[in-house]
């Protein structure tokens, strides 16, 4: 279960892991938006939707960010 977060709280930036690339080890990313159109068999509405998420890439070699779960 989550825990809910407190607003007012600032976190120690300090406590925080790092997180890197697998591929070339890079510390750096970019957020991009990842596009895919659902067909309206699938769609909760009938229609053809478009979707679109936010994702991390790495701006030395263009990897996509999985997250840790």
């Known amino acids: 279960m989550v825990e809910p977060v407190n607003v007012n709280q600032i976190p120690n930036i300090h406590l925080a892991k790092g997180l890197t690339c697998k591929k070339c080890g890079s510390k ?6 990842n596009l895919k159109s659902l067909s309206a068999l699938a769609s909760p509405n009938g229609k053809i939707m478009n979707l679109h998420f936010q994702v991390w890439v790495c701006i030395e070699c263009h990897t996509v ?3 840790p779960k």
């Open 28 to 33: 750096l990313f970019d957020t991009v938006f």
């Open 65 to 67: 960010k999985e997250l």
